[in-house]
């Protein structure tokens, strides 16, 4: 069975540009979660889908946001980027419920410049 | 929100040394989920906890709920190269809906051969 998939692996964009990034999961999981990793501050939750709604956010301002289509793909966007956007992103996918594991994706690293 | 601390930051051992590492809460969690992330890749889960008291190995690894649903430790007998990485901690609480994970800062673990 195939991973979580993320495209794309890395991405360069400048201040004040919008960027969507793109995430599949395993195939049958519903959910699909997205997280920010960087050094000063760790991993941190930014939100997660589940059947096309957003289930639970993380304390990120609204220029972050995502979706989650009919075949449990998600996108995540980020508008109007600052140098401190830059990041990994990983997203991770799971059955759904609430002991489900999580699987992470290898990442998209975003450098704004 | 809730906080992970986890210690410790960083191990510097010889090939064959056991090597332990522990996170603590403030918080009570349901599941702890220990990972371990590769420079550039995203977290691949190492084991999964779901019971207060329980003891699970997975290979050289073995990791323990705390009985206060506060705490978990892992362990690595008989370390090798392959196990240099950044380990990482991740507890999810009932409080929280769906599939949201709060990490640790992680681990650092240097193997030297």
């Known amino acids: 069975k195939a991973g979580v998939t993320q495209t794309p692996r890395y991405l360069i964009k400048t201040r004040g540009q919008q960027v969507t990034l793109s995430c599949s999961p395993i195939?049958?999981?519903?959910?699909v979660s997205w997280y920010q990793q960087t050094p000063g501050q760790g991993l941190q939750f930014l939100f997660e889908?589940?059947?096309?709604?957003?289930?639970n956010k993380g304390n990120f301002p609204g220029r972050f946001s995502g979706r989650q289509f009919s075949n449990s793909r998600s996108e995540m966007n980020v508008s109007t980027l600052e140098l401190g956007d830059s990041a990994l992103y990983l997203c991770?996918?799971?059955?759904?419920?609430?002991?489900?594991?999580?699987?992470f994706g290898p990442g998209t690293r975003l450098t704004v410049l | 929100g809730q906080q992970l601390n986890q210690s410790p930051q960083s191990m510097f051992i010889q090939e064959g040394e056991d090597v332990s590492m522990n996170c603590t809460s403030s918080?009570?969690?349901?599941?702890w989920l220990w990972y371990k992330q590769d420079p550039g890749e995203g977290p691949v889960l190492l084991i999964a906890?779901?019971?207060?008291?329980e003891l699970t190995s997975n290979g050289r690894l073995t990791a323990q709920f705390g009985i206060t649903r506060k705490d978990s430790f892992l362990n690595i007998s008989a370390s090798i190269p392959s196990d240099v990485g950044i380990y990482f901690c991740?507890?999810?609480?009932?409080?929280?809906?769906?599939?949201?994970?709060?990490f640790g800062e992680g681990t650092q673990l240097t193997v030297n051969p």
């Open positions: 991770a996918s799971s059955l759904g419920q609430s002991y489900n594991e999580q699987f």
């Open positions: 195939s049958g999981h519903r959910s």
């Open positions: 906890l779901y019971k207060a008291g």
């Open positions: 991740a507890g999810q609480s009932w409080e929280t809906s769906g599939s949201r994970l709060t």
């Open positions: 918080s009570i969690f349901n599941t």
């Open positions: 889908y589940f059947s096309e709604t957003q289930r």
